[in-house]
């Protein structure tokens, strides 16, 4: 998700930093990871890799109950493309793909997956619940409704698309409440193998534990130079929740930059590649956009060099707090 506009998210999310000592606590929000591999990569790479990091986290040889995001993918948001998505399913390998309900093109995704010739077991399909359909009985007619517009029986994550709930008579925390409780029940049923949020607060997630069964297995949020909301970060850490970073490029804004262009330059790569690597080594689930072959190859050509720590602390003191997306913080 690049934005409250239309258009699809297909994820290039690579979590290969930041993980903790071997045997350590904090290992846990790691879970998930071999089955993510898995679905990302060829058998006898990602056999080898699940046995480093096995060995590395000492994660356990099968993915719990929860989070089991593809490693590998791309972006784009703004307008569907048909081409790009069967260039990233058939050329590039990618197998994550993240639409919603408000982005009207669940259908054309079906179209694209049939197309591809791409199984449904190696997909990772993620979709989104509107506020529109938020309430327990609307929240899970819309999730089948979503399962029938991109023909699927299940899907591998489902995230209620934004903190703000309407429902009468009931408060907005109340509202999510009531609809996470839905999407409780859809992952009991298997319809939602995985269920999260979208661009929830710390205090939308402690209401959500304090009123709710479950925690969410992901928080979607917005996460550039410009907004590294890092409190957020740490808080989904020690509470299991994988935190999933849009809008790295801050829709372009980070692309001319002076210090990101100098970074990229010393390097020799692309103030894009820059961004969506410094996002990677902070240890976040990266989602950047694109609706043109050539840029989902370059955003894919990330995992080739690594940032020396100097630059990813020029990089993230450019945080400054700015919003590119939608602001949450004033919604109680």
């Not at 239309?6 to 790691?30: A, Q, R």
């Not at 993918?73 to 260039?87: E, F």
């Not at 299940?154 to 839905?182: C, F, N, V």
């Not at 995985?194 to 661009?199: A, P, R, Y």
Request: net charge negative; proline share 4%.
């Amino acid at each position: 998700m690049e934005s409250m506009g239309d258009g699809l998210s297909v994820i290039l999310s690579f979590l290969d930093n930041g993980f903790p000592d071997k045997g350590s606590d904090t290992c846990t929000y790691s879970v998930g990871l071999e089955s993510v591999i898995r679905l990302s990569l060829s058998s006898e790479l990602a056999y080898q890799l699940i046995c480093f990091i096995q060995e590395m986290v000492q994660l356990p040889s099968q993915g719990q109950k929860g989070i089991e995001e593809p490693l590998d993918g791309m972006s784009h948001v703004g307008g569907y493309c048909h081409n790009a998505l069967l260039y990233a399913l058939t050329t590039c390998g990618i197998r994550h793909i993240d639409t919603a309900k408000r982005y009207g093109n669940e259908v054309m995704v079906g179209k694209a997956i049939c197309e591809s010739g791409v199984k449904r077991e190696e997909l990772w399909l993620t979709t989104k619940l509107w506020p529109g359909d938020y309430g327990y009985e609307n929240a899970i007619q819309a999730c089948l409704d979503s399962c029938k517009r991109l023909g699927v029986d299940y899907l591998d994550l489902y995230l209620m698309h934004w903190p703000d709930a309407q429902i009468p008579g009931k408060s907005a925390r109340e509202a999510r409440a009531e609809t996470w409780q839905a999407l409780e029940e859809l992952n009991e049923r298997g319809i939602c193998r995985s269920i999260g949020v979208s661009n929830f607060l710390i205090h939308h997630l402690d209401q959500l534990k304090e009123d709710c069964n479950m925690v969410p297995h992901l928080n979607q949020v917005e996460y550039h130079p410009f907004q590294r909301p890092q409190e957020l970060v740490d808080y989904c850490r020690r509470n299991n929740i994988v935190f999933e970073g849009y809008c790295p490029l801050a829709k372009g804004q980070a692309l001319n930059h002076p210090v990101i262009q100098k970074i990229a330059k010393n390097y020799g790569k692309t103030p894009a590649q820059v961004c969506i690597r410094w996002s990677i080594q902070n240890g976040i689930v990266t989602i950047p956009k694109s609706t043109k072959e050539e840029r989902i190859q370059e955003n894919c050509e990330v995992f080739g060099f690594v940032l020396a720590d100097e630059d990813v602390l020029a990089l993230n003191a450019l945080h400054d707090g700015r919003h590119i997306s939608w602001d949450p913080s004033n919604i109680l």
